[in-house]
């Protein structure tokens, strides 16, 4: 068995961007180093590099989501970036949304024991929630997939005019550029990629940002989303 490393210090920048949920954000650190580990949710190699790589890494997407919208963080894992996005921002209605069981038992955990009220887990792909969870305005994700299939799962989790945060490394440029198509189809006007965090972490972190129209995820979703508005409605007249 793999010996777990050590969970170095947390760097002076984490006071400064957690600052109340400091404390919160180094145990959430602690429960990754330690439990994450020994669930497989995150590999020993990761606890090292913690800090910088993930919870920094994940907070500062912050600075491009608006203040008070509803967040869905599609295939959460063991809840980057949804979990420190919520411990800098209090603002937010978030949801994790994650299939796997035992993620979504150790993110359940990490909710009540942080105490994050305003975040909500839900075990479910994303493909299986449409139109049973209201749409957001906002959906992020962080290594789940090559950006077109990300779009096809989150872009129809978005209200009209929502937009979808992806953090991306190196490739994120390429990405874009072959998703385009895609993107369109499902709904896009705009694209871009913009760079979060100068001076908390080095490289920068990678966002792209892809916002749509008044008919996320395209034609076929519009009318997927209108069929299960009306069964809603049904089972609420029925209720």
């Not at 957690?18 to 959430?28: L, T």
């Not at 967040?71 to 994790?96: M, Y």
């Not at 792209?208 to 508005?229: C, I, L, N, T, Y």
Request: a neutral charge; charged letters at 25%.
């Amino acid at each position: 068995m793999t010996e777990a490393a050590e969970l170095p210090p947390a760097p002076e920048q984490a006071r400064e961007v957690f600052g109340e949920r400091f404390a919160d954000a180094v145990r959430y650190a602690e429960l990754l180093a330690e439990a994450g580990v020994q669930r497989g949710l995150i590999g020993p190699r990761e606890v090292p590099r913690l800090w910088e790589r993930h919870l920094l890494n994940c907070a500062v997407l912050s600075e491009v989501v608006p203040e008070g919208v509803t967040v869905c963080d599609v295939g959460s894992g063991a809840g980057l970036p949804g979990i420190p996005l919520a411990l800098v921002r209090e603002d937010l209605k978030i949801t994790l949304l994650e299939p796997l069981l035992r993620r979504t038992n150790f993110l359940t955990e990490v909710v009540e024991l942080l105490g994050l009220d305003h975040v909500t887990v839900v075990r479910g792909r994303a493909e299986e929630v449409m139109g049973k969870l209201p749409p957001v305005h906002v959906v992020t994700a962080r290594a789940v997939a090559p950006l077109d299939r990300l779009a096809t799962w989150g872009i129809p989790l978005l209200r009209p005019y929502g937009e979808m945060l992806a953090l991306k490394g190196d490739t994120a440029e390429e990405e874009l550029k072959s998703a385009a198509t895609a993107l369109t189809k499902l709904g896009a006007v705009t694209t871009s990629v913009v760079h979060v965090g100068e001076g908390v972490v080095d490289p920068a972190s990678t966002v792209v940002r892809v916002e749509v129209g008044e008919s996320p995820g395209g034609v076929r979703f519009a009318a997927k989303r209108a069929k299960a508005a009306r069964t809603g409605r049904a089972r609420r007249r029925r209720g």
